[in-house]
């Protein structure tokens, strides 16, 4: 079984920081893709920042500039450094692996709880 526990959120004022943890553990070989999504209106969810094994990284429009993703694959882990925050920034932010490819060679998607961001104007 694979678990994502987040951890980093909280509260701050508008143009502050935060930074965001997720860390994967269980039986895994492999995971493709990490990223962070958050509610969107219209939506489920959207991604608002995402990264490959890689290290390639594709953010939304809204957050460009604002937000740096990172990865360490030796701890399963991914981050989300978030600077310059907007009220409109918060949000419960869910950690998702995509792809995971277990020692079994199972292979599914995982979502973590989730973690609240709140940025105060």
Not at 32 to 40: I, S, T, V
Not at 51 to 66: C, E, L
Not at 71 to 77: L, P
């Amino acid at each position: 079984q694979v678990q994502l526990v987040e951890s980093g959120g909280g509260l701050v004022q508008a143009g502050g920081s935060l930074r965001l943890s997720c860390a994967a553990s269980g039986s895994i070989f492999r995971i493709n893709a990490m990223g962070w999504y958050r509610p969107a209106p219209g939506k489920q969810r959207e991604s608002v920042a995402s990264i490959t094994a890689a290290g390639s990284t594709n953010y939304a429009d809204s957050v460009k500039g604002r937000f740096t993703i990172s990865r360490d694959n030796a701890k399963n882990t991914v981050y989300l450094q978030m600077n310059s925050l907007k009220p409109e920034d918060t949000a419960v932010y869910y950690c998702n692996a995509d792809k995971v490819v277990t020692l079994t060679l199972y292979t599914g998607d995982y979502w973590g709880q989730g973690t609240q961001v709140t940025v105060s104007s």
